[in-house]
């Protein structure tokens, strides 16, 4: 399966922004999620959503960001609003499919920058 997201750019403090993320195949079994790193930091988990339609956040979004999935067009979404400067990073797509065989595939990145 290879991932390509897209949606990132350029935004003021307080806007929003839309992330895709294509999947060239079928994704309906895995767990998706963005995450996202910035300059000089870790790579953190933003969001995920279960193959059931379980979602999970970081605290830092919480509140502010909103992950979808749409299993008939292979594509993951994630919703940005009330975007802050520390938000700024490269954001991933990742599917991941946690039983054997365990499968697991990234996305290229998409630059998300938020100026203030």
């Known amino acids: 399966v290879q991932l390509q997201a897209s949606g990132g750019g350029l935004v003021q403090a307080g806007g929003s922004l839309r992330l895709s993320c294509a999947a060239s195949?079928?994704?309906?079994?895995?767990?998706m999620g963005w995450y996202r790193q910035a300059p000089g930091k870790q790579r953190e988990m933003v969001a995920t959503?279960?193959?059931?339609?379980?979602?999970t956040y970081g605290v830092s979004v919480r509140g502010r960001f909103t992950i979808s999935r749409d299993n008939a067009k292979n594509t993951l979404y994630l919703q940005m609003n009330s975007l802050k400067p520390e938000d700024t990073a490269v954001f991933y797509c990742?599917?991941?499919?946690?039983?054997?065989?365990?499968?697991?595939?990234w996305g290229q990145g998409t630059q998300v920058t938020v100026s203030s």
């Open positions: 959503v279960s193959s059931g339609g379980t979602t």
């Open positions: 195949g079928s994704t309906s079994s895995f767990v």
């Open positions: 990742r599917a991941r499919k946690p039983v054997t065989p365990v499968l697991d595939y």
